[in-house]
Structure formats: C-alpha cells, structure tokens
C-alpha cells in the first residue's frame, strides 16, 4: 500500500516563526502536492512537484515555499508564519499526472497563535 | 470560478437509507479526470474512484455506486442502504489533461454526510 507520511499531525506556532511542515511518500511517485484545507473552502493548492528540484506554483503560493531536494520527500515552508495560515496540511503523492489517483497523508492542523 | 459544485453542504440520514451525493463539474478539456475521496472524522482523505472522460459506464462497488453523465456534466454517488461508517466529508474532484497545475486535483467543497442509527 502507497504512504505517505507527514511529520506532525498537530503543530503550534508563533507569528512570525518559520515553520517546516514535512512530507514523506514511499512508492516512488513522481507528483507531489501541497494543499490547505478550510471550512467552507474545501482544499487548495499551494504548490506541486513533478520531479526532483522542481517545483510549480498552485492557486495560493502566497506565503508559502516549497523544497524537493529527494524524490520521496517534499517540504511545505511557511517563511514567517501568520495568523491566517492556521489551516489543516494535506500532503499528497501520485505515480503520475492526470489519470493517477492523488494519495494523501494524514494532515498536519496547523495552529498559528 | 469554482470548476466542481457540490451543492449539499451536510446530509443528514438514518441507517439503511440510500443516499446521493451530486457532483457538477466544469470543464472545457475533452479529456479530463474525476474523483471521490472520502474524508472520515480521522481526517485522512481516501481514495474511493477515478473516472477518466472517455469511460462513461457507470460503476458499482459494493453499496457504492456512481453516476457518471457527461451530457449533464455531473458525476453523482450513490451510497446504498447507508451505515453509521458512511459518516464523513466526500469530496468530489477534477484533473484536467490540459491544466497548467501538474494534474492537480480541483475539488469542490465537499458534503458532510451523517448517518444515524
């Protein structure tokens, strides 16, 4: 079974604070995504990685950076954390674009205080 | 502008019933992919179908079934003679073979079903 892993299912933060959320899939995908997920909002992109070093924009990048230095592992970097990125985390890893399922980890709820 | 619509915010059922949860979606691709995930209260999303443009058989799966109408651009999900279990946010989705977003998944805002005993 594919899994993907994320480094803390709760985290706490100051304002201000940089902050490393941590992903982790272990079936050798190529694809791997960031999104946020929020009451009424459903789940956005933040960014995805289609291969190592490399690294696209998604729908809300602002804020947010990204690290893909090996292929089994993607870091979400939140440079100066504020407020408004409390959220919940989901990470997610598929084989290949399109007509592959996106398999996801267990989320990181992210408090910002 | 919102690519997937799930128009039923919660759903609320009792045990054995049958239950849709509709899907709407928007697209000018001609190959494009859809999606369910199930988010129980653990809140790990899991992966429940994927349905490709060009395959408009509907499916079942057990007490799964999904409704898949291109004509109406809608791709419904059919819980049969639901259970307590069934409880959770289902998430309809969309990948578009021509985004510029890697294939990531659009998804609407998702139904939060409650089955009761």
């Known amino acids: 079974d594919v899994k993907v892993t994320q480094s803390s299912r709760y985290l706490v933060k100051r304002t201000g604070e940089k902050v490393f959320l941590e992903c982790v899939q272990d079936m050798d995908h190529e694809n791997m995504f960031w999104y946020r997920q929020d009451p009424g909002l459903g789940l956005r992109l933040i960014y995805f990685s289609y291969d190592v070093k490399m690294k696209e924009k998604g729908d809300i990048p602002e804020g947010y950076s990204v690290s893909r230095e090996k292929k089994e592992r993607f870091s979400l970097i939140l440079e100066s954390a504020s407020t408004n990125q409390t959220s919940m985390y989901l990470c997610?890893?598929?084989?290949?674009?399109?007509?592959?399922?996106?398999?996801f980890g267990p989320g990181t709820r992210l408090t910002v205080t | 502008a919102q690519k997937v619509t799930q128009a039923q915010t919660e759903i609320s059922v009792v045990e054995k019933e049958d239950v849709t949860l509709d899907c709407v979606y928007e697209?000018?691709?001609?190959?494009?992919?859809l999606f369910w995930y199930k988010q129980p209260p653990s809140g790990e999303l899991v992966f429940l179908i994927r349905?490709?443009?060009?395959?408009?058989q509907n499916e079942i799966s057990g007490r799964y079934s999904w409704n898949f109408q291109k004509s109406t651009s809608s791709f419904n999900f059919t819980i049969t003679a639901s259970q307590v279990v069934d409880s959770a946010v289902y998430f309809c989705?969309?990948?578009?073979?021509?985004?510029?977003?890697?294939?990531?998944?659009?998804f609407g805002k998702g139904t939060s079903l409650l089955v009761t005993p």
């Open positions: 997610a890893s598929s084989l290949l674009a399109g007509a592959y399922e996106q398999y």
């Open positions: 349905r490709n443009s060009f395959d408009e």
């Open positions: 697209t000018r691709d001609t190959t494009y992919y």
């Open positions: 989705a969309l990948s578009e073979a021509d985004s510029n977003s890697g294939y990531a998944l659009n």
